[in-house]
């Protein structure tokens, strides 16, 4: 045997038991990196967390002048947050095109009470020219008959012919300007009549823009808080907008029911209902908490700007106590909704439970190492998850994958 075999029986044992403690040392290493938990009972809340804006349960809205006919300019408003009376201007619409609109229907009047001058005078002109014209073939007639002789044997064959065609002439001209002066007057008549619409609708196109005109100004109905409305994209209403008559300009709120209007994400408002709790902090008064319980919710989720498609539910949570000595409408808020509350449950932080499309399971400290535990979950915050099923009290749960685990 040579002196290499000798020394290699030697050192083996040796080799091997510095190996084996490494072994544990690594184990042990991997272990004590391995973060866990110990499952107990305690209490457990599901709240949903948003944000949203202080509104009013009542309110008297303002609208646009809704006797004007297309589109209003709105040239000022008064100050949101303002405290107005009643009577007090808080609007003015540019009249501008009201004006010239109007200047335009009272030029198209005078022309048309021009038109209907000439059109009377002609027709006038035109009967009095008949009537004249008539009266001579009338004279003509009776002279023809006047002078004519019964007896036809005085006269030549010739002239006889000629005094009877003269007659049928004189009385076919006489029927003619009969014909042509009830013609010529049915449609002068018919003329005037024309004229007369267009000049009444001339006229209503003036009392219209003088009406609009006299109802530029809006003033409050009531006494209060200004607040100015939201359009469709949740702008608010400013001067140089373009509006319609009759859309909503501003609201005076009432201070003394007040409602938290709340934003929750479409994919955060499973299990909200209508009589769950709420808490809400103001931005500006967050040392002074409210609460309150939902009184309605939407059907379906829109989203808040058209720029974004993330969709949201509203939310409308009625506050116990409403102050009008800091609370105002519009004012920016934080709520929690408490969607579900257990004295005694199992939960474990999210990032403990591990799923696929089948099955749920948490990794248990068992021994020296880990075992893979199904279970079966309740409730999930964004934070934790209830378990009803697959752990008890007591077991130690890792809160991260152990070293060496695969899904």
């Known amino acids: 045997m040579s002196w290499r075999c000798k020394l290699t029986r030697a050192v083996a044992p040796g080799v091997a038991m510095i190996f084996l403690t490494g072994l544990m040392a690594c184990s042990s290493e991997q272990e004590s990196t391995t973060l866990t938990m110990v499952v107990a009972p305690k209490p457990f809340e599901f709240s949903v967390p948003a944000k949203g804006e202080l509104i009013s349960a009542e309110e008297v809205t303002i609208n646009a002048p809704s006797g004007n006919r297309g589109r209003l300019t709105l040239a000022w408003m008064k100050e949101e947050n303002s405290r107005v009376s009643a009577g007090d201007v808080v609007a003015r619409f540019d009249g501008t095109e009201h004006e010239l609109e109007k200047q335009r229907a009272e030029l198209e009047l005078a022309k048309n009470s021009l038109s209907r001058d000439v059109t009377s005078r002609g027709l006038g002109q035109n009967q009095f020219a008949i009537v004249q014209q008539a009266g001579e073939v009338a004279q003509e007639k009776a002279m023809v008959e006047r002078f004519s002789v019964d007896d036809l044997t005085v006269y030549s064959k010739n002239e006889i012919i000629d005094q009877l065609l003269s007659k049928d002439y004189l009385a076919a001209q006489q029927d003619y300007l009969d014909w042509r002066q009830s013609s010529q007057k049915t449609q002068g008549e018919a003329q005037l009549q024309l004229l007369s619409l267009e000049g009444k609708n001339y006229q209503d196109k003036i009392k219209l823009r003088q009406g609009a005109l006299e109802h530029l100004e809006v003033l409050a109905p009531v006494g209060g808080i200004l607040i100015h409305a939201k359009n469709w994209r949740g702008e608010k209403v400013r001067a140089g907008q373009t509006l319609w008559p009759g859309s909503k300009l501003s609201s005076i709120p009432s201070l003394e029911k007040l409602q938290a209007r709340l934003y929750v994400l479409e994919t955060e408002a499973a299990g909200i209902e209508i009589g769950q709790n709420a808490e809400i902090l103001l931005d500006a008064y967050a040392d002074r908490p409210l609460t309150g319980k939902v009184v309605a919710l ?110």
Request: aromatic share 6%.
């Open 298 to 407: 939407a059907n379906i989720a829109a989203p808040r700007d058209t720029r974004s498609p993330t969709k949201y539910f509203e939310v409308i949570v009625a506050l116990d106590q409403s102050d009008p000595s800091f609370m105002r409408p519009g004012q920016k808020l934080e709520g929690d909704v408490r969607v579900a509350h257990k004295d005694n449950a199992l939960s474990i932080p999210n990032q403990a439970v591990f799923k696929d499309e089948h099955e749920s399971w948490v990794y248990v400290k068992r021994g020296g190492g880990f075992a893979r535990q199904v279970i079966k979950t309740g409730l999930r915050s964004l934070t934790q998850t209830e378990v009803v099923a697959g752990i008890t009290a007591g077991d130690e749960v890792a809160l991260l994958k152990p070293a060496g685990e695969t899904l």
